[in-house]
T-cell receptor
Framework: AQSVTQLDSQVPVFEEAPVELRCNYS??????LFWYVQYPNQGLQLLLK??????LVKSINGFEAEFNKSQTSFHLRKPSVHISDTAEYFC???????????????FGAGTRLAVHP | NAGVTQTPKFQVLKTGQSMTLQCAQD?????MSWYRQDPGMGLRLIHY???????DQGEVPNGYNVSRSTTEDFPLRLLSAAPSQTSVYFC??????????FGQGTRLTVV
């Protein structure tokens, strides 16, 4: 079974500094990878996804993640963070269900990003 | 666009009570799922469904029942609430192999 490890439970950073949120998953079989963001008292929103093709994927608000198959990693980066990026970030990987044909999402424990002025 | 709608947003139950958390989606997705979110544990899958009449257990199914009579609705039933079921519950829907769309969550407290 798949598992997802987010290596940092909390990451404090100053505004305009770069940040990296780390994510490793367990299985080397073909997977889809996602980063979701959760703002306080809200549901989860998709930030970016890797399904196939280019291993570097980007979001519209400046985040990017690189799929590294050999290291089974999908780290999230942003070169310059804003106060508004303060949120919890979840890495997720797909796993084929017993019923076949559909992938269920396996989530990491989350990383709380706190951006300070 | 409604997307995924969960009701209620907040609920307090007494130990032993039963209730149903409602989830509806208007995107015609076949795949729907229920997660619970607890501090430091991320989201854990309770039950999922791949279409009307087809459901299966996830990682933490004990104490919960589901059914899927229509494509749109996927209710989650707590049979006899326990304090350990205090959590935030999220419903999600997705097309096959695609991203999941989440509802806003139901914050449940069992006293």
């Amino acid at each position: 079974a798949q598992s997802v490890t987010q290596l940092d439970s909390q990451v404090p950073v100053f505004e305009e500094a770069p940040v990296e949120l780390r994510c490793n998953y367990s299985s080397s079989v073909s997977v889809y990878l996602f980063w979701y963001v959760q703002y306080p008292n809200q549901g989860l929103q998709l930030l970016l996804k890797y399904l196939s093709g280019s291993t570097l994927v980007k979001s519209i608000n400046g985040f990017e993640a690189e799929f590294n198959k050999s290291q089974t990693s999908f780290h999230l980066r942003k070169p310059s963070v804003h106060i508004s990026d303060t949120a919890e970030y979840f890495c997720a990987v797909t796993e084929l269900t017993r019923l076949g044909g559909y992938n269920k999402l396996i989530f990491g424990a989350g990383t709380r990003l706190a951006v300070h002025p | 666009n409604a997307g995924v709608t969960q009701t209620p947003k907040f609920q307090v139950l007494k130990t032993g009570q039963s209730m149903t958390l409602q989830c509806a989606q208007d995107m015609n997705h076949e795949y729907m799922s229920w997660y619970r979110q607890d501090p430091g544990m991320g989201l854990r899958l309770i039950h999922y469904s791949v279409g009307a009449g087809i459901t299966d257990q996830g990682e933490v199914p004990n104490g919960y029942n589901v059914s899927r009579s229509t494509t749109e609705d996927f209710p989650l039933r707590l049979l006899s609430a326990a304090p350990s079921q205090t959590s935030v519950y999220f419903c999600a829907s997705s097309p096959q192999g695609g991203e999941a769309f989440f509802g806003q969550g139901t914050r449940l407290t069992v006293v």
